[in-house]
């Protein structure tokens, strides 16, 4: 029945591409070209039968048998002697397919879904806002999937990536490139930075990170390790991938590890793994302790705590612990980011969301009910110490790039929901040049000053010449707050004057103004200017 319902599926899919017609939209060849880099799981991947005429068949995202390919296609073994992870069903080679010139990949992870769900978009409506602009696919808009499985700094995705690069700048006429990296993604472009900053000097104009973790997602990766991670949460999740194998996935991907929290830097307050033990004293009597862990001591609670996890493939148990060897590739991973710099002639920015409450320490147990086996961790719901952040990569994280940043703007947002934020758009906008410029608009503040009225009057009197002046502006920003300690408006009066140059007697020139300010409504504060000038006729 399965296998039917996916045939008939397969038919809607194929029809629904026929069907698809896009309007010819608006396109200005004058703009800089983008790459658009995803985040961890942000990439449509296939799976590629050796033994059957190369048969392809897409494993992440899709809804239906979902958790079952998931688990036969992706699961995998790290080899420490390439540094890759390698899929157990040793016929399989993972792909990331590469139409709309790398946008498929990373557009809708379910791109035949009749109804598109905000779960399986990816940098779908970015894209489209993009298109607004101007920017053209296979033009002048681009993007780089990749297999999020793997470490950040493995050499084939790197060339990949080189590759990706020098494309894009001959299609585009010998126009050096925007990056716009989202989430880990930003890991991987700073690690090739590192590594290659020639070639990233030689194509690359700008480089906008958003919603990196640049020092790591502790609260969200000590989870992780311990309880896996869910991408659909609610009664979706029956047709998604199940939390435990994707739990059993992570423990063998390299790039995991990589978000862990850098081991060196000094936080502001130190993520901890906190544990609720009961200890028998030795007279016999127990008392319950709490126990904390810093970073560089939490893998030994992961090692103990996932010892004996194992998983059943075709019939086979395989033990699949904390790797030790990913967690050593890691710390040379960590080594390369740390030395990244940005190379001469290219600019950075960051952004980075704020405003939620985000994972940092996490604790298991309580006085009540302790933990007496770190192998139950595996079962149990953590509590969580939250910082501000984007509710999954720490505010202060994002910020920490370690690189000279051209700006570094916090925008209200969740982690992957900041990519359809209309302030980011704004924001991105501004920074690519895209469109008209907007002379009023302040990216490191997010708002606009509009100019709603302009008067100038100038007469001759008794030698005297008198021009006088009324401007009006509006502040339009995203704080519909009302102050309240504001009530009346605020009135503030500047005078200059300049005595004439000719050794003459009597006054050269003076400029009176007064300034209003009103009080803030509805996310608009509006600012009146009243200004008179008076010169000596010459």
Known sequence: MAVLLEDIVQSVELWLKLIKKKPQPFVDPDLEPVLLVPGIAGSILKAVDDNNDRKEERVWVRILRADYKFRTKLWSRFDPSTGRTVSLDEKTTILVPEDRFGLYAIDTLDPDLIIGRDCVYYFHDMIVEMINWGFEEGKTLFGFGYDFRQSNRLPETLERFAKQLETVYKISGGKKINIV????????????????????????????????????????????????????????????????????LLIECPSIYELMPCPHYKWQHVPLLEIWKERQDSDGSSQIILESYPPEESSKVFKDALSSNTVNYEGLDISLPFNTEILKWASETHKVLSSAKVPPGVKFYNIYGMNLE?????????????????????????????????????????????????????????????????????????????????????????????????????????????????????????????????????????SVSQPRDDNKSGQGEAAYATVVVHPQNEGKQHIQLNAVSVSVDA
């Not at 690690?191 to 194509?203: A, G, N, V, W």
């Open 181 to 248: 990296s989202h989430s880990m993604g930003g890991l991987l472009v700073k690690c090739f930075m590192s590594l290659h900053s020639d070639i990233f000097e030689k194509y690359v104009n700008n480089w906008i990170a958003i919603a990196a973790p640049f020092r790591g997602a502790p609260g969200y990766i000590t989870s992780t390790f311990l309880n896996g991670m869910s991408f659909v949460e609610g009664w979706e999740q029956n047709f998604f991938i199940s939390k435990w194998s994707m739990h059993q």
């Open 358 to 494: 985000t994972p940092h320490s996490v604790c298991y147990g309580s006085e009540e009910t302790p933990i007496t086996d770190l192998q139950e961790l595996r079962f149990c719901l953590p509590t969580y110490v939250c910082v501000d952040g984007d509710g999954t990569v720490p505010a202060e994280s994002a910020k920490a790039d370690g690189l000279k940043a051209e700006a570094r703007v916090g925008v209200p947002g969740e982690h992957r929901g900041i990519l359809s934020d209309h302030h980011v758009f704004r924001i991105l906008k501004h920074w690519l040049k895209a469109g008209d410029p907007d002379p009023y608009y302040d990216p490191t503040n997010d708002y606009v000053i509009l100019p709603t009225a302009f008067e100038i009057e100038t007469h001759k009197e008794k030698g005297l010449h008198f021009t006088s002046l009324k401007e009006e502006w509006e502040i339009v920003s995203d704080d519909k707050t009302n102050h309240d300690d504001m009530v009346e408006p605020r009135v503030s009066s500047i």
